[in-house]
């Protein structure tokens, strides 16, 4: 099984100072720096702009960036120089395959997010353009929501998916995500974990994040 990876969401950081939140995740052992994009209109909150991104992608921790906007026209080209990753949400465009395809021409590894209600029967028609598949497990918009336990169907439905198709790709989960539900989440088949007020509200960030890659015990 894939080793987990930890990719703490700035969202539940100091708004106005960033930075440091974000080198304190650095000096953590984060493996990514997740960034959510919120334009207030795809969801109901209003977030950050490329620049924010570009000051980020100086810290040289690899960015994992969750566009919640509906103009991926815009925004791809705006955020793909500073993503390592670069997530779209499939009910965000109705060309999705044109849209992962232009994610992966501008260098980043392909995403694509869905909300808990979408069903992902889509998958097989773009698998040849996704490196990540991001399931929410609350509903985009805001950090500390609870987790959505009937996602944990959704993981397990993608992870075998593209194993029976004999691909890899990264399984992401994103929401209400902690120390307790981390194991049952790589048991479904996910590798890579969002975590947000999980980190944050924690008196010791490393031992937080150190607490989520604990999911992978006795599977290597
Ligand atoms: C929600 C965001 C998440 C959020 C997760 O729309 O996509 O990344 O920060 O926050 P927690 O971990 O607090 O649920
Ligand atoms: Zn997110």
């Not at 979408?118 to 609870?146: A, E, H, R, Y």
Request: aromatic share 6%; proline share 6%.
């Amino acid at each position: 099984m894939n080793k987990i990876l930890v990719s703490p969401s700035l969202l539940s950081a100091n708004p106005v100072d960033l930075m440091k939140d974000a080198a304190s995740l650095k000096e953590a052992g984060a493996d990514y720096l997740h960034l959510d994009i919120m334009d207030g209109h795809f969801v109901p909150n209003l977030t950050y702009g490329p620049k924010v991104a570009e000051g980020l992608f100086g810290l040289g921790v690899p960015l994992d960036i969750h566009l919640m906007v509906d103009c991926l026209e815009w925004a791809i080209p705006a955020f793909a120089p500073f993503a390592k990753i670069l997530t779209i949400h499939a009910e965000a465009t109705r060309h999705l395959h044109r849209a992962l395809q232009l994610v992966q021409s501008s260098g980043c590894r392909a995403g694509v997010a869905m909300n808990p209600a979408t069903p992902p029967d889509f998958l097989p028609c773009v698998m040849d353009n996704v490196d990540l598949v991001l399931i929410m497990t609350v509903n985009p918009g805001w950090g500390g929501q609870k987790f959505i336990a009937p996602m944990l169907e959704k993981v397990s439905w993608v992870r075998e998916m593209f194993s029976k198709a004999g691909k890899d790709v990264d399984v992401e989960v994103d929401g209400g995500v902690t120390g307790d539900n981390a194991r049952l989440l790589h048991e479904a088949g996910a590798n890579v974990l969002v975590a947000g007020n999980y980190v944050f509200s924690a008196k010791d960030r490393r031992q937080a994040i150190h607490s989520l890659r604990m999911g992978t015990i006795g599977h290597g």
